[in-house]
């Protein structure tokens, strides 16, 4: 199947800090979608990209979608504790099937 | 909200046992998921459905099936427990047609299930 690779795998950062996760795909995508899991829960959608080159905010959160589409990445500025969890990419060529990355643990140190 | 429910939250089974996981979601979506997740894997496809009586194979459908008798409900099946079928399996649904979304995933809560 379709790879969607994502690094990194762990982060660890002062509370503050900023914190960026990359999720790139072997394959041109149509769009990509991010989910964030809190510990002992399940993945939550946050957003989707469509467009090539596309930035969205959400807060504290930046989302873009590389201009080839082939890539994506999550820019938390300021970490706060509640930033804690796991942060997956989820991306597809064809609409019907998302391909999730690996995800990217982050952790919080007040 | 749209609601997806998976039956079991924790359930152990012996090896060679036929186990059902069921997860049914309330929001009448089209498109049904199976995932399982591993530590250091993510989240791996098993099987989805995108209509009633339909299925399509993930990337690691071996070792399971799945039926979808009616639109709320997505069952995973375990022919045959193995123990390296340990693991969390989530549920997911999503809105669209013929499999298509433009939307996210709505996941259930997990099932973690271990095979002694």
């Known amino acids: 199947g379709q790879q969607v690779m994502q690094i990194p795998q762990y982060q660890h950062v002062q509370e503050g800090e900023d914190f960026t996760t990359y999720c790139n795909s072997s394959?041109?995508?149509?769009?990509i979608q991010w989910y964030k899991q809190r510990p002992g829960g399940h993945p939550v959608f946050l957003i989707q990209?469509?467009?090539?080159?596309e930035v969205k905010k959400q807060k504290r959160l930046t989302f873009q979608f590389g201009e080839a589409k082939k890539n994506s990445s999550l820019h938390i500025t300021a970490t706060q504790t509640t930033d804690v969890g796991t942060y997956f990419c989820?991306?597809?060529?064809?609409?019907?099937?998302?391909?999730f990355g690996t995800g990217t643990s982050l952790t919080v140190i007040p | 909200d749209v609601k997806v429910t998976q039956s079991s939250r924790y359930l152990v089974k012996r090896t060679g046992e036929k186990v059902f996981l069921e997860c049914v979601q309330d929001?009448?979506?089209?498109?049904m998921f199976w995932y399982r997740q591993d530590p250091g894997l993510g989240l791996r496809l098993i099987y989805f459905?995108?209509?009633?009586?339909?299925?399509e194979k993930g990337d690691i459908p071996e070792g399971y099936s799945v039926s979808r008798e009616k639109k709320e409900r997505f069952s995973l099946i375990l022919e045959s427990a193995s123990t390296n079928q340990t693991s969390m399996y989530l549920c997911?649904?999503?809105?669209?047609?013929?499999?298509?979304?433009?939307?996210?995933?709505?996941f259930g809560s997990g099932t973690r299930l271990t095979v002694v």
């Open positions: 394959t041109t995508l149509s769009n």
């Open positions: 459905s995108y209509d009633v009586k339909m299925k």
């Open positions: 929001m009448d979506h089209e498109n």
């Open positions: 989820a991306g597809t060529n064809t609409g019907n099937q998302f391909y």
């Open positions: 990209l469509v467009k090539s080159g």
């Open positions: 997911a649904s999503s809105i669209g047609q013929g499999g298509f979304s433009n939307y996210g995933y709505t």
